[in-house]
T-cell receptor
């Protein structure tokens, strides 16, 4: 069965620090990959996605993620975080053959001002 | 454009009862998916509907069911509620499938 693993449940950083959140999935076939974010008091929203092509994808608010197929990974990065990046981040994956999104448990990111 | 609307926002039920949750997708969206969210577990996929047809179902017992109407509105039903069903139930809509989901605020279900 497919699964998605997010290694860090809680991350605390200071403003201007660099961020990398890990995401690994288990599925041998072709996948679509997503990062969603939930800011305090708001709905979940799409941060970025990878379907095909350039494995380095850029999303909103300066976030990017790199798909490394050999490592089954899709890590999220941001070179310099801001206090407003405080949120919960979710990685999600689906096999291109179906519409069942499998989600990681989420990472709560707290940015200290 | 109005967002995804879920009703009710909060529900308190007792064990053994049943509950129906409603979701109105964004206008023009034909795909509606449902998720159960619990602290520390992330989102668990329940099912996905497209044009009134269930395309995928997650690993939940048969007590969890859903349907979609011709106007794309969707309902999910949970029968014979158990304490472990307490969770936030999220609905998401999209035009075709998983390409970009738009989420509602969710229905917080508490089973006592």
């Amino acid at each position: 069965a497919q699964s998605v693993s997010q290694h860090n449940h809680h991350v605390i950083l200071s403003e201007a620090a660099s961020l990398e959140l890990g995401c690994n999935y288990s599925y041998g076939g072709t996948v679509n990959l997503f990062w969603y974010v939930q800011y305090p008091g708001q709905h979940l929203q799409l941060l970025l996605k990878y379907f095909s092509g350039d494995p380095l994808v850029k999303g909103i608010k300066g976030f990017e993620a790199e798909f490394i197929k050999s490592k089954f990974s899709f890590n999220l990065r941001k070179p310099s975080v801001q206090w407003s990046d405080t949120a919960e981040y979710f990685c999600a994956v689906n096999a291109v053959s179906n519409y069942q999104l499998i989600w990681g448990a989420g990472t709560k990111l707290i940015i200290k001002p | 454009k109005a967002g995804v609307t879920q009703t009710p926002r909060y529900l308190i039920k007792t064990r053994g009862q049943q509950v129906t949750l409603s979701c109105s997708p964004i206008s023009g969206h034909r795909s509606v998916s449902w998720y159960q969210q619990t602290p520390g577990q992330g989102l668990q996929f329940l099912f996905e509907y497209f044009s009134e047809t269930q395309r995928n179902k997650g690993n939940f017992p048969g007590r969890f069911s859903g349907r979609q109407f011709s106007n794309s509105r969707s309902e999910m039903n949970v029968s014979t509620l158990e304490l472990g069903d307490s969770a936030l139930y999220l609905c998401a809509s999209s035009e075709q499938g998983t390409e970009k989901l738009f989420f509602g605020s969710g229905t917080q279900l508490s089973v006592l």
